[in-house]
């Protein structure tokens, strides 16, 4: 059936570097549906109509033949989240918001670590100055 209905709609191949542009194609046939349906005057623009819903059947039938040829690994959680009748978006935001909490506190124990190398070279420095030229290494290679 498949092959009948590319016969039909005269769905073309398209090799692996054009798979955004049958994405684009799509978006463009679903413009081009909206405008056609805006401007339905009967059958005069009616031609214009199902020219339109056969390309876009035709680019969805390319997009169905190169969807196995695409990895795209989308996390359980996602999947989950959006069966459970959410939006991705808000996921998405959760998730950067949660990523950003997660800097700042990376960030802050950084800091905390760096002050306290400080605070330890100094204080090992007053009390054995012979090893202030290890110190400084040290202080070198741990970015200080």
Known sequence: MPGLVKAMFGAQE???HEK??????????FFNL????????????????ISYIKL?????????????TLSVAIPPEIIAYV???????I??????????????LMK????????????????????MPEFQKELELIVRNTGG
């Open 56 to 68: 876009l059947v035709a680019h969805l039938i390319t997009l169905s033949d190169l969807a196995p």
């Open 83 to 89: 069966e459970n009748g959410r939006n991705p978006d």
């Open 108 to 127: 802050g124990k950084a800091d905390a670590f760096r002050s306290f190398r400080d605070v330890l070279v100094k204080e090992v420095g007053a009390e």
């Open 91 to 104: 996921y998405t935001r959760e998730f950067v918001e949660l990523v950003q909490r997660g800097n700042q």
């Open 14 to 16: 398209f090799d692996g």
């Open 34 to 49: 909206t405008v056609s349906v805006h401007d339905y005057q009967g059958p005069e623009t009616q031609e214009i109509l």
């Open 20 to 29: 955004g542009k049958s994405i684009k194609d799509i978006i463009q046939d």
